[in-house]
T-cell receptor
Framework: NAGVTQTPKFQVLKTGQSMTLQCAQD?????MSWYRQDPGMGLRLIHY???????DQGEVPNGYNVSRSTTEDFPLRLLSAAPSQTSVYFC?????????????FGPGTRLTVT | DAKTTQPPSMDCAEGRAANLPCNHS???????VYWYRQIHSQGPQYIIH???NNETNEMASLIITEDRKSSTLILPHATLRDTAVYYC????????????FGAGTQVVVTP
């Protein structure tokens, strides 16, 4: 299994540009989520999905859109990038919906918005 | 409002046990205690979790006090590869896996 994969690894955007961060998992996990991590801080939840076709907002959803058309993929879209969105983005997945299942994190996407 | 309190940093000698404390005085009966770690520039890695009883796996042991207001993660024989930020997280069973990360403890293992 490749686990949780994220592309791209690095990205530089100009203010106002749009882009999609890709996340995929090959473990047939129902639960997937996106976090962002600013320098020196812990991770904050952006959006999450409990299954294909079902998504919900986390702690910091503004400026981001998500959809989940398949179990495997959970892309994160930035519609109009802002410098405040400069961060490292992590995707995670877990087997079930119960919190006792451990979450597997991807390697991250480092985004800079100028 | 932070649910957990951890020291910002601690050092540990290679080969010795590392004991990482965490206070969670407002923990509810349906909340688990989770530990994750993040090695520099990588995604967080699950270590262990528990509800009431002490837990042990191949990576670490988790000791939860009887009143559940604090816990200790024990790395029995620290290695240089254990240098990382360690996060203690409390999360309710109905939170759909939403983890609330704090600042964590930066652990540096020295030779």
């Amino acid at each position: 299994n490749a686990g949780v994969t994220q592309t791209p690894k690095f990205q530089v955007l100009k203010t106002g540009q749009s882009m999609t961060l890709q996340c995929a998992q090959d473990m047939n996990h129902e639960y997937m989520s996106w976090y962002r991590q600013d320098p020196g801080m812990g991770l904050r939840l952006i959006h999450y999905s409990v299954g294909a076709g079902i998504t919900d907002q986390g702690e910091v959803p503004n400026g981001y859109n998500v959809s989940r058309s398949t179990t495997e993929d959970f892309p994160l879209r930035l519609l109009s990038a802002a410098p405040s969105q400069t961060s490292v983005y992590f995707c995670a997945s877990s087997l079930g919906l119960a919190v006792s299942y451990e979450q597997y994190f991807g390697p991250g996407t480092r985004l800079t918005v100028t | 409002d932070a649910k957990t309190t951890q020291p910002p940093s601690m050092d540990c000698a290679e080969g010795r046990a590392a004991n990482l404390p965490c206070n969670h005085s407002t923990i509810s009966g349906n909340e688990y205690v989770y530990w994750y770690r993040q090695i520099h520039s990588q995604g967080p890695q699950y270590i262990i979790h528990g509800l009431k009883n002490n837990e042990t796996n191949e990576m670490a042991s988790l000791i939860i006090t009887e009143d559940r207001k604090s816990s200790t993660l024990i790395l029995p024989h620290a290695t240089l590869r254990d240098t990382a930020v360690y996060y203690c997280i409390v999360s309710p069973t109905d939170s759909w896996g939403k983890l609330q990360f704090g600042a964590g403890t930066q652990v540096v293992v020295t030779p």
